[in-house]
């Protein structure tokens, strides 16, 4: 019987570490059936195993590499990487698949595994429903032969070609000289990348976040606690700060009055320059339904469109490679400019930044805020039972409520991907009509989700 999505959910497998679906066999078993599903051919196959510094780290790229080797797939481990790198690594390498160990922006005790095919893109869904048929069947029969058994190795440079790569993102003709930088690398996977990447294109760099201890990634500090950058920033007089999330496939910004920027108006920095230099592909900018109105307003302006997806990087890149745009993202910080990444990578999109900063000659506060954003409200209603999404009586007050938001704003409600929760959104140019939009959705949903 086909089983769908039984362990993968938005972003690969992540849970609690230790505890299903985050386990030693579950880790094993996925090693054999993906190493199985991507053994083809007749060459030496190869899988690029990668991971952020979380203390189960070790503990689940253990169970992997068996897995991988026992279907007679090679190794080749990097150790502490942002996913951006594993995807890039696995491309550039020519490796059969690649797998990054991470929980992003989750606490210690969470972990989680990707997968990326062998162009760096991550799988698709019909690859993980198929690897998770696998995981659930008896796979001996299928296992490597004693002389095929897989070998594990250690790739020292990694690193390094990372680094390489992602400088080349950034123009041949500028440099960083002269500017004071804060990086907060949220104790995770760029810690060593991130900071050298800057430092070699001459910055100088102040580093907070940079100093893992297994337990403290993301722990007061990245782009999830962005305080300690903002505070940083002041602190130390830097023209920028720079907070990445544990494996450095996000970012957000904070100018140098401490003031943090989001997502939407780094999305909006890129788009403009890339179309002021010719580079914007498609003259399009994929985003979420999360999105603040004000760049879609702004992008209207400069004649650029703007495609809206579901919540979550991988339907942003999705929408990308559909309509051939090359520059999309999240309000939250995932950037992805698919000239240089086939996922969302929180130092190549700081990097644009820069540079547009060091051709301006002005100051961060004055260049990274280019739209006012809407008055923006979101709620959450927890439920038990059925989500009342599809219930009669929400839908006709969402239908009440669009009709008065009409011309003037919008309304956005979904249920969470993780938890019984219907989040509610409302957005518009008057603040007092986004708060009566989101209460009345709440208050009927609190309604109908009451017991009787």
Known sequence: MSIMKRFFGTDGIRGTANMAPMTVEIAQKLGQAAGL????????????????????????ESALVSGFLSAGMDVTLVGPL???????????????????????????GDNGIKLFGPDGFKLSDQDERTIENMMVTDLHADMAHPAQIGRASRLNDAAGRYIESAKSSFPRKLR?????????????????VAPTALWELGAEVIRI??????????????????????????QHGADIGIALDGDADRVLIADETGCLIDGDQILALIARSWAAEGRLVGNAVVATVMSNMGLERFLEKMGVGLERTAVGDRHVVERMREQGVNVGGEQSGHMVLTDFATTGDGLIAALQILAVL?????????????????????????????????????????????????GQGRLLLRRSGTEP???????????????????????VLEKVTQPA
């Open 209 to 234: 976040g940079c100093e893992p201890n297994g337990v403290n990634i993301n722990e007061h500090c990245g782009s999830t606690h962005p305080d300690a950058l903002c505070k940083a920033v002041v």
């Open 421 to 443: 929760l219907v989040r509610v959104m409302a957005e518009a140019e008057d603040a007092a009509l986004v708060d009566e939009a989101v209460s009345q959705m709440c208050a």
């Open 176 to 192: 960083l000289d002269g500017m004071k930088i804060v990086i907060d690398c949220a104790n995770g996977s760029a810690y060593r």
């Open 82 to 108: 942002p996913t951006p790198a594993i995807a890039l690594l696995t491309r550039s390498l020519r490796a059969d698949l690649g797998v990054m160990i991470s929980a992003s922006h989750n606490p210690f």
């Open 358 to 406: 060091v051709e301006a000659g002005r100051p961060a506060s004055e260049v990274c805020r280019l739209f006012q954003p809407f008055p923006q409200k979101l709620r959450n209603v927890r439920y038990s039972g059925a989500c009342p999404l599809d219930m009669d009586e929400v839908r006709q007050r969402q239908h009440d409520v669009e009709r008065i938001l009409a």
């Open 37 to 60: 599903h991507f053994r083809r051919g007749d060459h030496r196959h190869c899988v690029l195993l990668g991971k952020d510094t979380r203390l189960s780290g070790y503990m689940i």
